[in-house]
C-alpha cells in the first residue's frame, strides 16, 4: 500500500458518459498529480492541485475537469467519453517539492465501450 | 514543448545479463527521477539525482547524471526475473511537474 488511495480500480462505462475517479494523497502530501496512461503514450501529465489550488496543466482535455477539496483529497471528472479515453488513470502526490519523488496510487482503469 | 527521451523502447536479456537504459533531455534538469512500474503496477518511486555527475548506488542498480544535468541512466547488473517491468526517468523541466520519458521494458529470460 503506498498511501495513496484511487477509487475505483475498475470503471467500464458507455461512449458519451460521464464517470468521476477518485483520489486520497499520501497523509501529509499537498500536492495531487494526474497522469493518464495508455499502451502507446506513455504517462501523460493532466493536471497537478497544490493544497486546493490549480498549479499546472498539462495534455488535459475540455471534456475533462479535475478539483481538489479542502481535505485534499482529488476528483477528476471525465466526460462525454470516447473510446480513445480508455486508459489507466494514475494518482500520484508528493510533499510539495520536487525534492522528493511522487508516490503513485494504484490507478482506475477506465473501459469505454 | 520539453520532451524527455528515453531508449532503448523494449530490451529482453538473458537472466544474469547486464542492463541499461538512457535517457536524455534537451534543456538542463534541476533533477531527474527514476520509477519502476512492474507489469500490472504503478510506478514506484526508486531514486532522484540532483548534482552534476552525480552516482547513487542501489544493490545491483547503479544511477547517473551527467556532467551537464541533460542525461542519465540506470545500469542493472546481473539482471533477475524480479526486475522485469517498465523503468520510466523523470525530469521536471518546468515548474513543479514531471515530464516523464517514454520508459524502457525490460524482459528477463531465466
Known amino acids: 500500500d503506498s498511501g495513496v488511495t484511487q477509487t475505483p480500480k475498475h470503471l467500464i462505462t458507455a461512449t458519451g458518459q460521464r464517470v468521476t475517479l477518485r483520489c486520497s494523497p499520501r497523509s501529509g502530501d499537498l500536492s495531487v498529480y494526474w497522469y493518464q496512461q495508455s499502451l502507446d503514450q506513455g504517462l501523460q501529465f493532466l493536471i497537478q492541485?497544490?493544497?486546493?489550488?490549480?498549479?499546472a496543466k498539462g495534455n488535459i482535455l475540455e471534456r475533462f475537469s479535475a478539483q481538489q477539496f479542502p481535505d485534499l483529497h482529488s476528483e477528476l471528472n471525465l466526460s462525454s467519453l470516447e473510446l480513445g479515453d480508455s486508459a489507466l488513470y494514475f494518482c500520484?502526490?508528493?510533499?510539495?517539492?520536487?525534492?522528493?519523488?511522487?508516490?503513485f496510487g494504484s490507478g482506475t482503469r477506465l473501459t469505454v465501450v | 514543448g520539453q520532451q524527455v527521451m528515453q531508449i532503448p523502447q523494449y530490451q529482453h536479456v538473458q537472466e544474469g545479463e547486464d542492463f541499461t537504459t538512457y535517457c536524455n533531455s534537451s534543456?538542463?534538469?534541476?533533477?531527474i527521477q527514476w520509477y519502476k512500474q512492474r507489469p500490472g503496477g504503478h510506478p514506484v518511486f526508486l531514486i532522484q539525482l540532483v548534482k552534476s555527475g552525480e552516482v547513487k548506488k542501489q544493490k545491483r542498480l547503479t544511477f547517473q547524471f551527467g556532467e551537464a544535468k541533460k542525461n542519465s541512466s540506470l545500469h542493472i547488473t546481473a539482471t533477475q526475473t524480479t526486475d522485469v517491468g517498465t523503468y520510466f526517468c523523470?525530469?521536471?523541466?518546468?515548474?513543479?511537474?514531471?515530464?516523464f520519458g517514454a520508459g524502457t521494458i525490460l524482459r528477463v529470460k531465466s
Open positions: 500520484a502526490s508528493s510533499e510539495g517539492s520536487l525534492n522528493y519523488g511522487y508516490t
Open positions: 534543456t538542463t534538469l534541476s533533477n
Open positions: 492541485y497544490y493544497n486546493g489550488e490549480e498549479r
Open positions: 523523470a525530469g521536471p523541466p518546468y515548474g513543479n511537474k514531471l515530464v
